[in-house]
C-alpha cells in the first residue's frame, strides 16, 4: 500500500472516497471500499412484476435467517416499495430535524408505515450528532465520509435496541433503473461529464490539490467524448454503497438491499428517462404496492448540512486554502471541508 495524503484528500473532495484502493492516508491505515455483486450473479428483470417476484422471493429468503426485519424508509419509491414486503409490527426509521428539511419525507412515510402496520420511528439529526458520530464511521473506514454516514449509524444503532437483526435499504434502485436522470440524461462531452460530475474542485480548496482527472480518463471514449453510464455503474456505485456498508458495519447491524442484486433484462430506455420518466419499473411496481397514491418525484434523502453549516467559517488547518469562497458552497461541499478538517485533527 501507498501513503499519500495529498492525493487522498483531492479524491474525497472530488469525488467522496478514495478510489484508488492502495493508496492511504497513514501508513497502517486502509480504508475500504465496496465492490460491486459480479453481474454473474445478477437476476434480470423486464418488468415491475419481475421486480415484484425478485424482491419478495429475497425477503422469504431473509425471514428464514431473521425474525426481526427493520427498514430505513424514506418517503420516496425505493424504500416505500420495500416497506411492503415487511411483516407488520415491523420497525421503520425515518430521518428527521429540527431545521425542517425532512417534513415532506416524514410525511409520506407515515402513510407507508400506516398502510403496512409499521412501527414508525423518527431519528432526529442534529449538529451534535455529527460531532460525535462522525469520528466513529471515520475510524471504520480510515478515511473521511459522507454525509449520510452519520446518520446511518445513530439509525443503525437505535434499530439495534429496538432488536432489529437486518435492515432493508433501497440504496441501488437509482443506479440500476435509471434514476440517476440529471446525470445520465444529457449527451456528455468528456470535459462536461467531468465537471457535473466533480462533487468539488480540490484546486478550489485545498492547499496542495492533485489532479483526478486520470480516474476519468479511463471512461474516456474519443476526443471528447466518455462512456458515462459505465463510469456512474463502476465509479458511483462503489462511492454510494461504501456509505452503507460503512456505517452499518460500523455500527454493527447487518443490512440488505434487494435491488442491488437485480440487473435491467433489456437496455434502459433512454427517451423514457428523458421524458421525465426515469426508474420506470420502479415507478410501475410503486403503482402496484401503492394504487391509492400518486407516484412520487425523486426524494434523495434529506441530510440537514445547509442549515447546519450555513454559517461555517471554514478550515484553518494548512491543507486548505485560506481564500475559499465559502459563501458559493453549498451545504454538502461545506460537510466536506469540515470533514476533511475534523478527520486530519483526529489522526494526523
Known sequence: ????????????IAFRYIWKDDMDFYRGFHHHNFQPIADEDRIPV??????????????????RQYSNIGILLSGGMDSANLAAYLRPGSHAYTFTSEVGVFDADVERARKYCEKFGLH??????????????????????????????PQIYKAAIQAKKDGVEMILVGESADLIFGGMDKLISPQWTFDGF??????????????NPVSQSALYEQYRTGENSIDYMRFMDEVFSIESSSSYLNAFAAAGLPYYDPYVRLVMAEPLDMQRVRNGEPKY???????????????????????????????WAGPTRSEFRKDIPMDKLTGNQKWQLWCAELFLNMFD
Open 1 to 12: 500500500m501507498a501513503v499519500d495524503k495529498d492525493f487522498c484528500l483531492s479524491s474525497y
Open 46 to 63: 423486464k418488468t415491475s412484476q419481475d421486480i415484484d417476484c425478485e424482491i419478495q422471493r429475497q425477503i422469504d429468503d431473509l425471514y
Open 120 to 149: 414508525h420511528h423518527l431519528v432526529n439529526i442534529t449538529f451534535n450528532d455529527y460531532q460525535h458520530f462522525a469520528p466513529i464511521v471515520m475510524a471504520a473506514k480510515a478515511a473521511p465520509v459522507h454525509s449520510i454516514e
Open 194 to 207: 467531468a465537471a457535473r460530475y466533480t462533487f468539488l474542485e480540490p484546486s478550489l480548496v485545498l492547499a
Open 281 to 311: 419499473l420502479v415507478r410501475g411496481l410503486y403503482a402496484l404496492k401503492y394504487p391509492e397514491l400518486e407516484i412520487p418525484f425523486k426524494i434523495p434523502m434529506p441530510r440537514p448540512v445547509d442549515a447546519i453549516f450555513k454559517d
